[in-house]
């Protein structure tokens, strides 16, 4: 009743516009928030250029002249907050014009000699620094990055895998200099990830030499083509190749569908895809082939051929090793998307990580200053371990990268498992990172100007173009059984994919678990060296139990998929932390080693956090709880380094947003009369 009385008085005095007396006076008038710069407190411990040179590893004078590039130009829209100069796209413009300028934008790349190279020359100097150009590309704007994977790493990778001397001659400077503007016409409406289904048929006419090909019904129609909507002049069209009555399977040919003023060729009809929750940038559109004929020599022939008088020709008589080669160049989209996910996970975290050390909340006691974000333990524990996971993905897109660079025939079938599991984990990791991201930076994180919310719907198709992220992991669980039934069929050691643990005897957790067991490199491997091995055994236990009951192969994985999507999972988590530890390995002693070595000591221990270990009963109770209470400690341990980690990143101040630096004069009053 006191209390009740008590703000009964205090609403009659407000409404009487009397002073209430000063024993019930509680508040006291806070000073204004001022922002400080979190480089004038927070303190580095290491290089940040050297960790730098360590976690980009390659052309980072490459990636700067490419940021400095779109900095200086207009086209890139660049706009003053908080004192800063900020470049990002307008996402409020409509469809069309998203559309437009994008092409503008690489027009001015392709006028300032940024692609110089890239299909014309040959090695790994120009692979390498493709995969560097495109990350720094897609940080700007992922439709920007989208249309340029598409034209040069789609289109111009079939020309050079599928194709052979005179289409090498005959397309690849064009597209080099966008005189050709290329799409990939693989998906269609009605097939997508199953693309030996896809329902185009291509004829061939003897009598005039050329190849006939056709939309036979609407679930045909090519879906999805990035580029077809409005710019592009030609597609490889994916189609089945009929030869006299018998189908030879998925071949690849070259079709223009518009002429060099824009208009659509004879017999093609092409819609838009309409608006997308991201990606406007990118015209996707949809093609029909209404008998469209085109030259014999328009059949990329590396793999099969078909002779002047209709005869099919290929050194690939199996055709399932046939179809296999028909997809390579979904490598290339892989191990690019894979590793441009990871920048925008650097570029989200520095933005949440400079947003969280400069806003504060709540006092812990009347009269004190309130606190940093970054200084309470939850957002320690909810933005540090992804800080961990994004070094993780760093280390682990180097290795992937200098596979494919350094391919051989033999290593096709490694660099396609490692491209499929590295593309499923980093593009999920990044969208829960950027979720993450936003919900850290408050209400602040809706705004489209500070990206990280945009980004979501930005980035959001990565887990299903080049390949359906649930489907890529169970094919990895696959590949790995094909291995496993390998090996013991032929009474082997296991070799390649990381699986030689797999001859070592099997590793054994301790009953009682310190810190210093928890945090060592080797207790981690051996974690998940246990958990891949165990899940591997199991899911060949269960595939042949279920063959025991006489369900085919395909009907016993289609039961097995828990444990397949396991299996791939604890695949690749193994392969993420080896290549990291491996990283940390090769440093010598210095404070970057010491705190690299915490970072991948949380990473080790998130890893092990993952309930599968509680499921299948790798860890008790009681360690799987010193596991959590170890990572809050790293946490803490790590949270004087926050800064010097995400400033490592090296992403120029603007290609972040207002709300990582002065957020309080970027959303002042005098910024909207400016």
């Known amino acids: 009743m006191d209390r009740a009385f008590e703000r009964t008085k205090i609403l009659t005095d407000h409404l009487l516009q009397s002073s209430p007396s000063p024993v019930q006076t509680s508040l006291s008038s806070n000073a204004c928030f001022n922002y400080t710069l979190p480089e004038l407190s927070e303190k580095y411990a290491f290089d940040t250029k050297e960790m730098r040179r360590l976690i980009d590893g390659h052309h980072l004078e490459v990636r700067d002249r490419l940021f400095g590039m779109m900095s200086q130009s207009k086209l890139f829209n660049p706009r003053v907050r908080g004192g800063k100069v900020f470049v990002s796209p307008d996402y409020n413009q409509p469809m069309e014009q998203q559309r437009e300028i994008t092409l503008k934008r690489i027009d001015y790349l392709f006028d300032r000699g940024a692609f110089k190279g890239w299909l014309t020359e040959q090695g790994e100097e120009i692979e390498l620094r493709k995969f560097a150009s495109f990350e720094v590309f897609g940080t700007f704007d992922h439709s920007m990055g989208t249309m340029l994977a598409v034209h040069f790493f789609l289109w111009g990778g079939a020309l050079q895998v599928f194709g052979t001397k005179h289409h090498h001659d005959k397309w690849l400077r064009d597209t080099e200099t966008h005189v050709v503007k290329g799409c990939f016409a693989m998906s269609e409406l009605g097939h997508g990830s199953n693309v030996r289904g896809v329902e185009t048929v291509t004829t061939y006419d003897s009598n005039t030499q050329e190849f006939v090909i056709n939309t036979p019904c609407e679930s045909a129609q090519k879906f999805w083509i990035g580029g077809a909507a409005n710019h592009a002049t030609h597609a490889i069209v994916f189609s089945q190749l009929n030869i006299n009555g018998s189908n030879q399977g998925v071949h690849a040919f070259i079709a223009q569908i518009r002429d060099a003023d824009g208009y659509l060729c004879q017999n093609v009809r092409i819609a838009d895809c309409g608006h997308k929750i991201g990606l406007n940038g990118v015209d996707n559109g949809r093609i029909w082939f209404d008998n469209v004929r085109v030259p014999r020599e328009n059949l990329l022939n590396s793999v099969a051929d078909v002779s002047a008088d209709g005869k099919y020709l290929s050194s690939i008589n199996d055709p399932d090793q046939r179809f296999a080669a028909f997809l390579a160049p979904l490598t290339i989209g892989r191990v690019s998307i894979a590793t441009s996910t ?31 974000l970054l200084d309470y333990p939850s957002y320690q524990r909810r933005l540090l371990p992804l800080l961990a996971k994004t070094y993780a993905m760093s280390f682990a897109s180097h290795y992937l990268k200098k596979l494919f660079v350094k391919r051989t025939p033999e290593s096709y079938k490694t660099i396609h498992i490692f491209s499929s599991a590295f593309k499923a984990t980093f593009t999920w990791n990044n969208l829960h990172i950027l979720q993450e991201c936003r919900e850290a930076c408050g209400g602040q994180g809706l705004r489209t100007e500070n990206h990280v919310g945009q980004w979501k719907a930005e980035f959001d198709v990565q887990s299903t173009f080049e390949g359906d992220n649930n489907i890529l992991m169970q094919q990895i669980s696959k590949a790995l059984l094909a291995e496993y039934v390998a090996a013991k069929k032929r009474k082997k050691a296991f070799k390649g994919l990381g699986l030689e643990h797999m001859n070592k005897p099997c590793p054994v957790i301790p009953s009682q678990l310190t810190s210093t067991a928890l945090r060592s490199s080797q207790f981690q491997m051996d974690a998940l060296c246990l958990r891949e091995r165990d899940l591997l055994n199991r899911f060949a236990a269960e595939i042949s139990h279920y063959q025991a009951k006489g369900l085919s192969k395909e009907h016993a994985f289609n039961m097995s998929y828990q444990i397949a999507e396991d299996l791939g999972r604890a695949f690749t988590d193994r392969s993420i932390f080896q290549a990291f530890a491996e990283a940390e390995a090769t440093l010598a002693a210095s404070s970057l080693k010491d705190v690299l070595g915490m970072v991948r000591s949380l990473y080790g221990l998130i890893c092990v956090e ?65």
Do not use: M
């Open 610 to 674: 993952d309930a599968s270990f509680l499921r299948y009963g790798y860890l008790s109770v009681e360690n799987a709880a010193a596991v959590r209470s170890e990572i809050t400690k790293v946490c803490g341990e790590l949270r004087p380094h926050a800064l010097a980690l995400v400033s490592s990143f090296g992403i120029p101040d603007a290609f972040l947003s207002p709300i990582a630096f002065n957020w309080i004069d970027a959303n002042s009053w005098s910024s909207i009369q400016h």
């Open 342 to 372: 990871v920048y925008i996970s650097k570029a989200g975290l520095t933005i949440a990580i400079r947003y969280a050390l400069t806003r504060r909340a709540f006092s812990l006691k009347p009269n004190e200053p309130e606190v940093l």
